[in-house]
């Protein structure tokens, strides 16, 4: 007999995992074949962030990431997913301007890809936003604390320690309605009093130890990622050189006529 397939997660056993103090772990991913890897993990839920920008594309902030791209690697990672829970973000200029337009964005994902939510940045400024979605039936995960997307404003990727600017940005984000939220790179104190306060799972990132789950850039866990690495990133595996090792030695052998062998032929 086949092994059963695990349920898929859903956006309820999000607010029953919070109720059970069951920790929620979540990963980036952004093409399918790591999707699929991921997946197979038992990770709960898969994060097609707009740090492709940074890891991916190779640019120095999530800026330029456009819409057309966010869909285009969530639908990709959706259709690798057999159980966790496909979350993809709006970019940056996709939600900003008007509801109409988040509206408009974020249905794209729920219409041309398998993703069961959307991931917006900001606290009271989007809660409006965040409540217009939630009412069209699109679900929401907020991001609260350092939001990449406001690395101008905020004059750099920089730790966040305003405790009553971070609190109030979490209670508007779970009073609008949305399912979660990111705290992203804030003192562990701050992130553990908004998880006791917000009725809904926070996610962290450089949030220390008490958030409800944790999330983690894919390419940064596994070593993939050589550039800056921050202090809350532990490597789970160190996979750059492997992969310059192997790549070296199929040059090799391809210049000294190794590669392909009979075996690796047709007759
Ligand atoms: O874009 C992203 O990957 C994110 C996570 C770091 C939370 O927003």
Avoid at 65 to 88: G, I, K, P, S
Avoid at 175 to 198: H, N, Q
């Amino acid at each position: 007999m086949p092994a059963k397939e695990p349920p898929p997660v859903t956006i309820p056993d999000f607010a029953r995992w919070k109720g059970d103090r069951r920790k929620i772990s979540v990963l980036t991913a952004y093409d399918h074949t790591m999707a699929r890897l991921l997946d197979a993990s038992g990770v709960d839920c898969l994060l097609v962030g707009d740090s492709l920008g940074m890891v991916v594309q190779g640019r120095t902030s999530t800026l330029g990431v456009t819409l057309d791209q966010m869909v285009y690697h969530a639908e990709m990672v959706a259709r690798a997913a057999r159980r966790a829970l496909v979350v993809a973000d709006l970019p940056f200029g996709s939600y900003q301007a008007s509801t109409d337009r988040a509206i408009d964005s974020a249905v794209r994902f729920l219409k041309e890809t398998q993703c069961q939510a959307v991931k917006l940045e900001g606290g009271r400024r989007v809660a409006p936003t965040i409540r217009a979605l939630v009412e069209a039936d699109i679900p929401v995960m907020g991001h609260v604390g350092l939001t990449p997307q406001s690395v101008r404003r905020l004059g750099g990727f920089k730790v966040q320690r305003d405790e009553r600017e971070i609190m109030d940005d979490a209670r508007a984000v779970a009073e609008s309605g949305a399912f979660a939220i990111v705290l992203e790179c804030m003192p562990s104190e701050i992130a553990a009093r908004v998880t006791a306060e917000v009725p809904i799972p926070t996610i962290g990132i450089g949030a220390g130890p008490d958030c409800d789950g944790q999330v983690l850039v894919t390419p940064d866990l596994l070593g993939l990622f050589e550039g800056f690495s921050p202090k809350f990133v532990r490597r789970y595996a160190d996979l750059g050189e492997p992969i310059r090792k192997a790549a070296r030695e199929y040059v090799a052998d391809v210049q000294a006529g190794r590669f392909p062998g009979a075996g690796e032929s047709f007759r």
